[in-house]
T-cell receptor
Framework: TQLLEQSPQFLSIQEGENLTVYCNSS?????LQWYRQEPGEGPVLLVT?????EVKKLKRLTFQFGDARKDSSLHITAAQPGDTGLYLC??????????FGKGTKLTVNP | EAGVVQSPRYKIIEKKQPVAFWCNPI?????LYWYLQNLGQGPELLIR????????DSQLPKDRFSAERLKGVDSTLKIQPAELGDSAVYLC????????????FGPGTRLTVT
């Protein structure tokens, strides 16, 4: 069974601070995705990374896929209250099935 | 482009009662997924459809859960009878056949079983 562990589970920071959340596994994934979920809504896809070592940027968000395709990180620069939400990573293994981590609940205080 | 539509958004029922959730995927998306999300957890796949065929239902508790997608478009997930432990958010997602990683989620149905 492929498992994804996310850390930290909870993160509360002040507006303007930087942060990094992590997604780790002992399994290799063909791709990895990051989603953001707000209360009462479904997850919204932010990015998909496919190649080991790949780095993608989405405005103030930087996503990195580990060289061995077992882990990923999400870095947010100068966090804003609008970044508040549950950040989920999801990996795709040999099948088309997505395996989700438990998420990191981020709160950015004004 | 309209997103994935789910109804109802909220449902409260007593244990042992039946309940059904409905999902209409994004137009043109032939793959449809039902996920279960418990509080503080990530979504877990219950069943995946390719058109009207259930291609992965290994995680669906078949003693009480059933699903259908008769015409390969909208889908219904049913629980009969519901148990207290079924309280959760039920998410529907869809994707194009050639982009299985690009899953688009609906807002979910929050089920409370009392």
């Amino acid at each position: 069974t492929q498992l994804l562990e996310q850390s930290p589970q909870f993160l509360s920071i002040q507006e303007g601070e930087n942060l990094t959340v992590y997604c780790n596994s002992s399994s290799v994934f063909s791709s990895l995705q990051w989603y953001r979920q707000e209360p009462g809504e479904g997850p919204v896809l932010l990015v998909t990374v496919v190649t080991g070592g790949e780095v993608k940027k989405l405005k103030r968000l930087t996503f990195q896929f580990g060289d061995a395709r077992k882990d990923s990180s999400l870095h947010i620069t100068a966090a804003q209250p609008g970044d508040t939400g549950l950040y989920l990573c999801a990996g795709q293994g040999g099948s088309e099935k997505l395996v989700f981590g438990k998420g990191t609940k981020l709160t950015v205080n004004p | 482009e309209a997103g994935v539509v789910q109804s109802p958004r909220y449902k409260i029922i007593e244990k042992k009662q039946p309940v059904a959730f409905w999902c209409n995927p994004i137009s043109g998306h032939n793959t449809l997924y039902w996920y279960l999300q418990n509080l503080g957890q990530g979504p877990e796949l219950l069943i995946r459809y390719e058109n009207e065929e259930a291609v992965d239902d290994s995680q669906l508790p078949k003693d009480r859960f059933s699903a259908e997608r008769l015409k390969g478009v909208d889908s219904t997930l049913k629980i009969q009878p519901a148990e207290l432990g079924d309280s959760a958010v039920y998410l529907c997602a869809s994707s194009r056949w050639d982009s299985p990683r690009e899953q688009y989620f609906g807002p979910g149905t929050r089920l409370t079983v009392t």
